[in-house]
């Protein structure tokens, strides 16, 4: 199983990238997906999800509003569109699997139980 990610870049605050996170290896449709950030001298900080068929997605406050994840089952990807980037979203983003089938009858959003992580991708965003 592989999960590339894809479109990191340094741009100025207020401005938007988006990034990309294509599997192979697993039946993308079988699995939640996840992003994660990893500042410099800081913990993996979990910034939202979106569930398998992209119908329902999930974000912690400090993206709510600016970021928008995405999937298209067809081209096994997902996506995070992040708007109004500020510096403090400066970190290595990783995108990650979790199997929807360990997660029946349990809440399907969350930052624990993924199987499969990618390589991440570095934003910067200078002020």
Avoid: H
Wanted: with cysteine; net charge positive; aromatic share 14%.
């Amino acid at each position: 199983v592989q999960l590339q990610a894809s479109g990191g870049g340094e741009v100025q605050a207020g401005t938007s990238l988006r990034l990309s996170c294509t599997a192979s290896g697993l039946t993308f449709s079988n699995y939640y997906m996840g992003w994660f950030r990893q500042a410099p001298g800081k913990e993996r900080e979990f910034v939202g999800a979106i569930s398998w068929g992209g119908s329902a997605t999930y974000y912690v406050d400090t993206v709510k509003g600016r970021f928008t994840i995405s999937r298209d089952n067809g081209k096994n990807t997902v996506y995070v569109e992040m708007n109004s980037l500020k510096p403090e979203d400066t970190a290595v983003y990783y995108c990650a699997a979790r199997e929807v089938k360990n997660f029946r009858g349990r809440l399907w959003y969350g930052p624990t139980g993924y199987d499969f992580w990618g390589q991440g991708t570095q934003v910067t965003v200078s002020s």
